[in-house]
């Protein structure tokens, strides 16, 4: 059964890097039938879409949060990586991972599966 | 970006009830718009996309329509596991947008 399941530290000072790490369990991230993508959620808000990673490593970001993300993949472990750097305060959410099958548009597509989600906090 | 605006961004109901919840797109998005089910501390789960087309899994009760800026995501009979947030979702143009939200609760 495929999961994704993300991971990382839970708190992060200001003005560092948050790192995080989706673990795809049951299916290969190397297939072309899919992208990675990540969402995060702050506290009693609403979503926000981060960025997407395709099998090959091509990024689409949030033009919002282009200038501090950087999304890769490791398929020897079957990963994919978030990193936002310079966080702030503003940056505290819940971090979710997610798999988009390739729609029409290609990369612009839905989010179909995704993980249970972590809680980053930004605090010194 | 595309804004999506949500309506009602709340609403109280009852089991058997008929919801509607309105998505507004502030620009033709084709048929790119996907509607999501979030339940208290749980990650979005996908009912619908292109519009209309249920998830495999998703109960019937569901149902999605609309074209060009305005959608619908209807639900015929509400249950007790539908109170939860839906939200809408573009997949026309970069970026990737959502709706604000609309939470379903019990009356």
């Known amino acids: 059964q495929l999961q994704l399941q993300e991971s990382g530290p839970g708190l992060v000072k200001p003005s560092e890097t948050l790192s995080l790490t989706c673990t795809v369990s049951?299916?290969?991230?190397?297939?072309?039938?899919?992208?990675w993508g990540w969402i995060r959620q702050p506290p009693g808000k609403g979503l926000e879409w981060i960025g997407t990673?395709?099998?090959?490593?091509?990024?689409y970001l949030n033009p919002s949060l282009k200038s501090r993300v950087t999304i890769s993949t490791d398929t020897s472990k079957n990963q994919f990586s978030l990193k936002l750097h310079s966080v702030t305060a503003a940056d505290t959410a819940v971090y979710y991972c997610?798999?988009?099958?390739?729609?029409?548009?290609?990369?612009?597509?839905?989010?179909?599966?995704w993980g249970q989600g972590t809680l980053v906090t930004v605090s010194s | 970006a595309i804004q999506l605006t949500q309506s009602p961004s709340s609403l109280s109901a009852s089991v058997g009830d008929r919801v509607t919840i309105t998505c507004r797109a502030g620009?033709?998005?084709?048929?790119?718009l996907a509607w999501y089910q979030q339940k208290p501390g749980k990650a979005p789960k996908l009912l619908i996309y292109?519009?209309?087309t249920l998830e495999t899994g998703v109960p019937s009760r569901f149902s999605g329509s609309g074209s060009g800026t305005d959608f619908t995501l209807t639900i015929s009979s509400l249950q007790p596991e539908d109170f939860a947030t839906y939200y809408c979702?573009?997949?026309?143009?970069?970026?990737?947008?959502f709706g604000g939200g609309t939470k379903v609760e019990i009356e």
């Open positions: 997610a798999r988009l099958p390739t729609g029409k548009q290609l990369w612009l597509t839905t989010l179909d599966l």
């Open positions: 049951g299916a290969s991230i190397s297939s072309s039938s899919y992208y």
């Open positions: 990673v395709s099998y090959r490593g091509s990024t």
């Open positions: 620009q033709g998005i084709s048929s790119a």
């Open positions: 292109d519009v209309s």
């Open positions: 979702q573009q997949f026309d143009d970069y970026p990737l947008t």
